[in-house]
Nanobody
Framework: QVQLVESGGGLVQPGGSLTLSCTAS????????MAWYRQAPGNERDLVAL???????NYADSVRGRFTISRDNAKNTVYLRMNNLKPEDTAVYYC????????WGQGTQVTVSS
């Protein structure tokens, strides 16, 4: 069964930066589109960014220009670089294929607070 393991979250001040990582335990990772989602308390899980197997990217309006998604197929890993973080970015961040068809990992908590 595929496993997704997210890491890199933490507490950061507004305006700060973090880089999240997600490693997938599947051999066909390189042909899979991947996405980052986030879920704040009381809210639904929302799509933040996605990346195609060829490296094409798309972002939610709320993070465009501040977040960058990338991937390293040799490491079965997708990254999310988050700059100029805002309190409203506080959430648990998850990775998955677009649509969430793979079992969800535990996520990684990002808290933006002064």
């Amino acid at each position: 069964q595929v496993q997704l393991v997210e890491s890199g979250g933490g507490l950061v001040q507004p305006g700060g930066s973090l880089t999240l990582s997600c490693t997938a335990s599947r051999s066909n990772f390189r042909i899979m589109p991947m996405a980052w989602y986030r879920q704040a308390p009381g809210n639904e899980r929302d799509l933040v960014a996605l990346i195609t197997p060829g490296g094409g990217t798309n972002y939610a309006d709320s993070v465009r220009g501040r977040f960058t998604i990338s991937r390293d197929n040799a490491k079965n890993t997708v990254y999310l670089r988050m700059n100029n973080l805002k309190p409203e970015d506080t959430a648990v961040y998850y990775c998955n294929v677009p649509g969430g068809a793979t079992p969800w990992g535990q996520g990684t908590q990002v808290t933006v607070s002064s």
